[in-house]
């Protein structure tokens, strides 16, 4: 599937400041923050999200990717064995929804707390209030 967005929810947030955030920020441009249907938890220094039902949300951003190809064979790199890409329906709080890629966590979160706000900032710290340029 020809896809060039991706929704990120956790350590490559632009508005969430940290070493991994800028991966792949210089081959995207960042369009808005949305929403997914999904449950996030917290493993190590990291967050993980798995499918969600109704009502679970998880907050991210949706990234436009300049060289599709390229930038995801680098992130399914970073992401390793644990994480699948997905794609998944992003509420882009307006009214709108798109698909985007995710990636959705393949390991057990059996003894990982969730988080319950489904907004890894609030684990990671405080946000930046715009993107990085």
């Not at 109704?54 to 680098?74: F, I, P, R, S």
């Not at 390991?107 to 319950?116: F, H, L, P, Q, Y």
């Amino acid at each position: 599937m020809t896809c060039d967005r991706l929704f990120v929810y956790g350590t490559l947030r632009a508005l969430v400041p940290n070493s991994k955030s800028n991966l792949f920020s210089e081959g995207a441009t960042f369009l808005k923050s949305g929403r997914t249907l999904g449950k996030l938890f917290h493993i190590s220094w990291h967050p993980a999200m798995i499918p969600g039902d109704a009502g679970e949300w998880v907050t991210g951003e949706v990234w436009k990717l300049h060289d599709t190809d390229a930038t995801l064979k680098v992130l399914d790199e970073f992401e390793g064995p644990d994480y699948e890409r997905m794609m998944v329906v992003v509420d882009m709080g307006d009214g709108a929804q798109l698909e985007a890629w995710a990636y959705l966590y393949k390991a057990s979160v059996d003894g990982k707390a969730r988080i319950e706000s489904g907004d890894w900032a609030d684990v990671a710290g405080t946000i930046a209030t715009e993107p990085r340029p």
